[in-house]
């Protein structure tokens, strides 16, 4: 199943952007009359047939060598297309090698999650990340999991932000704060499978968001900081795993405990 | 922690080979008399002082040019280092791109496994995995990780052929085998953590096979050997994940379900 993404629906019909409409029209040929599925990256599936592929026409005249865009007829929609029964926001700290960090970006979004907030903290070697790539993984990624809904990228900020911008804890709706945490400071700490466990007795859908650290873990301050705003330190187990895979493990963690 | 490898562990002393002398000696200039940990790869950690470096010297007499090898006199051992209470093997068709495959063996290394076997579908568009570049990658994830033990990697084999050498199933005994499978054939399946809860009751470290299927999914004729051969169909949840991330979550299903 082929999926294209569009981020301009109409009444009754929607425009493919100038990328979506080369990978479709030259790559996979499709031509006019040819059903195709476009998510709006919002949580809808749109079934339509391609009305025309270039010029775009209509009140959009266009100059030479200016990108051409496809519309296409909505036939049907699906809403909450792909969804997963929880909200799962995951602030993950940059890694070292800037691939890695992209790499679990398509993995998390495989899986399912809601927002991903890339947050540096205090000892966070890499203190800078480029969203641009990102962007296009999530889109990617999510299209290729056959789900409606791109997740939110945030603007990098520091962990400090993060957590003040978090707000109350709203533990008796359901939200669950969790910081996963390497050292020995905070002893003992739940693993969260056991914490996730509990949150099936919610109704509606669980709220999660998770803290992963870097390489060199949160700063004493930070933890301090995250506890303080109810953020619950939890063990992702025995294994000793990287950053990037403590985010995965995470992801599965939450997938695999509220799965309906 | 930085973790060195070895293959020739004697008694009282160990050689690290060459690659791992250079890494110790030139790249992290260590010298005679430090301390340095070592593992076999067979569950052991030992904890060591350097010797020499190099030439290796004694009755092992080198010609110019050849590759140094460093002894090191062993001073303590931890038997079992880093290991979990479960044993799994994750057989997993080539996925077309081979880095996807080779991060998947870094990560279910990190997250815990005990062999890998890489195994050809009939609907496998990649016939051929070269094993080299995996086997340096489950020794560096290994040592990343903290463990003692290096992931056996088996030599590729059809589906076919894996089944047919599994033997008999001995479900009285904890052992679990599992088929993940997204074609609508078989339904309805077990959802992976039901049936890993169970494991639970079992004394003793359960064993685990999980069987991965290539991007055009088991043939019929696979899938039908494998319940033969006691291979219970599994879903993974309802998110579609690619070969590679659907081997993660299996290994990541295990890993928190079957937590000490």
């Known amino acids: 199943m082929e999926i294209f993404y569009s981020d301009q629906v109409f009444e009754g019909s929607l425009r493919l952007p100038a990328e979506e409409t080369a990978h479709c029209m030259r790559v996979l040929r499709h031509r006019p009359g040819d059903e195709i599925d476009v998510i709006d990256g919002r949580g809808t599936l749109y079934h339509c047939v391609l009305q025309e592929d270039a010029p775009a026409g209509g009140a959009q005249k266009r100059g030479k060598?200016?990108?051409?865009?496809?519309?296409?007829?909505?036939?049907?929609?699906?809403?909450?297309?792909?969804?997963?029964?929880?909200?799962?926001?995951?602030?993950?700290?940059?890694?070292?090698?800037?691939?890695?960090?992209?790499?679990?970006?398509?993995?998390?979004?495989?899986?399912?999650?809601?927002?991903?907030?890339?947050?540096?903290?205090?000892?966070?070697?890499?203190?800078?990340?480029?969203t641009d790539r990102l962007h296009?993984?999530?889109?990617?990624?999510?299209?290729?999991?056959?789900?409606?809904?791109?997740?939110?990228?945030?603007?990098?900020?520091?962990?400090?932000?993060?957590?003040?911008?978090?707000?109350?804890?709203?533990?008796?709706?359901?939200?669950?704060?969790?910081?996963?945490?390497?050292?020995?400071?905070?002893?003992?700490?739940?693993?969260?499978?056991?914490?996730?466990?509990?949150?099936?007795?919610?109704?509606?859908?669980?709220?999660?968001?998770?803290?992963?650290?870097?390489?060199?873990?949160?700063s004493p301050a930070e933890v301090q900081a995250a506890m303080a705003a109810g953020f619950v330190p939890v063990s992702l187990g025995s294994s000793r795993l990287r950053t990037e895979t403590a985010a995965i493990t995470a992801a599965e963690a939450v997938y695999l405990s509220i799965y309906e």
């Not at 991903?116 to 903290?121: N, Y």
């Not at 932000?161 to 969790?178: D, K, V, Y």
């Open 136 to 218: 296009r993984i999530l889109l990617s990624a999510a299209k290729q999991s056959l789900k409606g809904t791109i997740p939110e990228l945030l603007e990098p900020q520091t962990v400090m932000e993060f957590i003040a911008g978090m707000g109350e804890a709203r533990e008796a709706s359901g939200e669950l704060r969790l910081i996963a945490y390497c050292s020995d400071e905070v002893k003992p700490r739940a693993f969260i499978m056991n914490l996730l466990g509990q949150l099936k007795e919610h109704a509606g859908a669980p709220e999660v968001t998770v803290l992963i650290g870097p390489e060199g873990d949160f």
């Open 65 to 130: 060598g200016e990108e051409q865009t496809a519309l296409a007829r909505i036939v049907s929609s699906e809403t909450s297309w792909g969804s997963h029964p929880y909200r799962l926001t995951l602030a993950v700290c940059p890694t070292k090698n800037p691939d890695r960090y992209e790499w679990m970006a398509e993995k998390v979004t495989e899986v399912g999650i809601d927002t991903l907030a890339p947050v540096i903290g205090e000892r966070s070697e890499r203190r800078v990340l480029k």
